[in-house]
């Protein structure tokens, strides 16, 4: 029987896009988050893992990873900027993670300025939003 090390261990060296798939089940946070580093994970398993929900900080961990990660295609960073605007929205505040969609080219300006206007953005979250987009222009 496999133990929760296992999957960790799994999770960071596994390269078989349908392994990854199957990890990305897994009920352990930490093991989402391992996936989220792993540059191997495929688009469909980082997808899922922006609906993966656990604790405020685990989230907003995972959120920032999904959105660096440099097999995320537009549809997995819509996903995760659909998360990140809802946890915004709830009042948490996930801005490594909207800090790190801001960089990525492969969503519109517009789509990523909405964040700050959202109720968990604070001054200094659209102040570097700001910034950040106002660099890829």
């Known amino acids: 029987m496999p133990t929760p090390a296992d999957y960790l261990a799994l999770a960071r060296a596994e390269r078989d896009s349908l392994v990854l798939q199957r990890l990305a089940k897994s009920p352990y946070p930490f093991v989402w988050q391992a996936l989220a580093t792993n540059p191997h994970t495929p688009p469909e398993a980082l997808q899922e ?54 960089d990525r080219l492969e969503l519109e300006v517009d789509e990523v300025k909405k964040l700050g206007t959202l109720r968990g953005a604070s001054a200094r979250l659209r102040h570097l939003l700001n910034l950040r987009l106002s660099a890829r222009i």
């Open 49 to 102: 893992l922006s609906a993966a929900r656990d604790s405020v900080w685990n989230d907003n961990k995972l959120l920032h990873l999904l959105a660096g990660h440099p097999s995320a295609n537009p549809v997995v960073l819509r996903a995760v900027l659909e998360a990140v605007a809802a946890k915004l929205d709830e009042g948490e505040r996930p801005y490594a993670a909207a800090l790190a969609l801001a």
